[in-house]
T-cell receptor, first 112, second 114 residues
Framework: GESVGLHLPTLSVQEGDNSIINCAYSNSASDYFIWYKQESGKGPQFIIDIRSNMDKRQGQRVTVLLNKTVKHLSLQIAATQPGDSAVYFCAENRNTGNQFYFGTGTSLTVIP | ETGVTQSPTHLIKTRGQQVTLRCSSQSGHNTVSWYQQALGQGPQFIFQYYREEENGRGNFPPRFSGLQFPNYSSELNVNALELDDSALYLC?????????????FGPGTRLLVL
């Protein structure tokens, strides 16, 4: 079957530390991936995306790594802040489809 | 803020009733996708509208239907509501026709079916 899953359902980090959130996907045809952040009571917020022809992409304080060999995606957040506390989802899209498949999410808690 | 708006923000209905949810897409976008998010789960794709027609559908029954209007806004209609329809309904806006498929989400409509 097709699935997008996360290795760690919950993650707690100290303020100022770096966070790494992992995601496994099973469909090798997926060619586009997005990381979303969802705060309580809000819709998912776009963080960063990456295409399958790349293995790394950097944004402001965030980096996404893609390993197509093992179908693994990770989100790295540098100098994690209390405002980073949220649920993080990875979403995958296949080049022939128009829907995104989401995993169950990882809850990140930043300890002040 | 993404520029994607949804209404209403909250809604309470009883089993068997019908509901209509609304979404306005971000400026410059021509495609609207609808997702259902149950508590503690990731969003599940319901369907997508492009050029006022359904352009892909997830594993949802026909009582979930939609519309897209010439201004690219969209409606999600659910008939014969069931208790399990209680969820956060998310609308995502995107542009079809270019290389970028990024979807930007609205704040959602929280539906409670009693």
């Amino acid at each position: 079957g097709e699935s997008v899953g996360l290795h760690l359902p919950t993650l707690s980090v100290q303020e100022g530390d770096n966070s790494i959130i992992n995601c496994a996907y099973s469909n090798s045809a997926s060619d586009y991936f997005i990381w979303y952040k969802q705060e309580s009571g809000k819709g998912p917020q776009f963080i960063i995306d990456i295409r399958s022809n790349m293995d790394k992409r950097q944004g402001q304080r965030v980096t996404v790594l893609l390993n197509k060999t093992v179908k693994h995606l990770s989100l790295q957040i540098a100098a994690t802040q209390p405002g980073d506390s949220a649920v993080y989802f990875c979403a995958e899209n296949r080049n022939t489809g128009n829907q995104f498949y989401f995993g169950t999410g990882t809850s990140l808690t930043v300890i002040p | 803020e993404t520029g994607v708006t949804q209404s209403p923000t909250h809604l309470i209905k009883t089993r068997g009733q019908q509901v209509t949810l609304r979404c306005s897409s971000q400026s410059g976008h021509n495609t609207v996708s609808w997702y259902q998010q149950a508590l503690g789960q990731g969003p599940q794709f319901i369907f997508q509208y492009y050029r006022e027609e359904e352009n892909g559908r997830g594993n949802f029954p026909p009582r979930f239907s939609g519309l897209q209007f010439p201004n690219y806004s969209s409606e999600l209609n659910v008939n014969a509501l069931e208790l399990d329809d209680s969820a956060l309904y998310l609308c995502a806006s995107s542009f079809t026709g270019g290389a970028i498929k990024t979807q930007y989400f609205g704040p959602g409509t929280r539906l409670l079916v009693l």
